[in-house]
């Protein structure tokens, strides 16, 4: 069982920064793929992002370049810096996670088995 807990949400005007750490409990959190999704008002839950266990990164194309995911296995914390934010960024952020025996990254949100509770995004322009 694993608790994911995010912070760092909030309001921030078009061209600006916001950082997104997701922190994990359990003791094998180098196992686990970490994920980002983000979903907005009356649409479907979208990837964002994910990182393996040795920190191989996926991007979604609407956020490439601008966002970057990262992991501290260590302090069992998956960061997701956003940078160059746009209004259509505006969305609840969720992490996720799931336990895999290989190495690979899931961009479909079913494939994740642990979520955290979302916090919110909002960019104003």
């Known amino acids: 069982q694993v608790q994911l807990v995010e912070s760092g949400g909030g309001l921030v005007q078009a061209g600006g920064s916001l950082r997104l750490a997701c922190a994990a409990s359990g003791r094998t959190f180098m196992r686990y793929v970490m994920g980002w999704f983000r979903q907005a008002p009356g649409l479907e839950r979208e990837f964002v992002a994910a990182i393996t266990w040795n920190a191989y990164t996926y991007y979604a194309d609407s956020v490439k370049a601008r966002f970057t995911t990262s992991r501290d296995n260590q302090m069992n914390t998956v960061y997701l810096q956003m940078n160059s934010l746009k209004p259509e960024d505006t969305a609840v952020y969720y992490c996720?996670?799931?336990?895999?025996?290989?190495?690979?990254?899931?961009?479909?949100?079913?494939?994740?088995?642990?979520w955290g509770q979302g916090t919110q995004v909002t960019v104003s322009s």
């Open positions: 996720a996670a799931t336990w895999t025996t290989v190495e690979v990254f899931y961009s479909d949100y079913r494939q994740y088995a642990y």
